[in-house]
C-alpha cells in the first residue's frame, strides 16, 4: 500500500470516483473566461464551499452553483473571470484554497483538542 492510500480514511478511500468527475459544458467562451462546470456525485456540501473560495480570487467576477435536479447527482458550476486569468485556472485555485482552508481548520482543531481547550458536556 503507498503512503497515499495509506492516508486515505476508509470512507473516501471506498468512494467511487466517476471517471468523469468534473466536465466543461457546452457554451464556454473562447477564451475560457466563462465557463460551466458539471461536477458528478456532489451537492451543496461542496458547491457552497467551493464557490466561497472561488469567490475570494479579486480575478472572478462571478461564481455560482446549482443542482439542476434534486435526483440527478450532479452539480453545475459557472465562474466568470476577468481577462488576467480563466475560470479554469480559478476552479483550480478555487480547490486549492479550500483543501489549505480545511487544512488549517484541522491543525487548529487538533491544536487545541490537545491544549485540552474545549467545553466538555456535563
Keep these: 500500500m503507498d503512503a497515499t492510500a495509506a492516508d486515505t480514511p476508509n470512507y473516501i478511500a471506498l468512494l467511487e470516483v ?3 468527475k468534473m466536465v466543461v459544458l ?3 467562451s473562447d477564451d475560457l473566461t466563462s465557463v460551466t462546470f458539471c461536477i458528478k456525485e456532489e451537492d ?6 467551493l464557490r466561497w473560495a472561488i469567490m475570494q480570487n479579486a480575478q472572478v467576477d462571478f461564481c455560482g452553483y446549482s443542482i439542476p435536479h434534486p435526483s440527478e447527482a450532479k ?6 473571470t476577468t ?3 480563466n475560470a479554469v485556472d480559478a476552479m483550480d485555485k478555487g480547490i ?3 483543501k489549505s482552508v480545511c487544512q488549517l481548520l484541522k491543525a487548529r482543531f487538533q491544536q487545541r483538542i490537545r491544549q485540552g481547550d474545549y467545553a466538555r458536556a456535563a
Design 18 to 20: 466517476p471517471e468523469e
Design 26 to 28: 457546452p457554451g464556454a
Design 44 to 49: 451543496h456540501t461542496l458547491g457552497n464551499s
Design 75 to 80: 452539480m453545475n458550476v459557472r465562474i466568470q
Design 83 to 85: 481577462e488576467q486569468t
Design 96 to 98: 486549492d484554497d479550500l
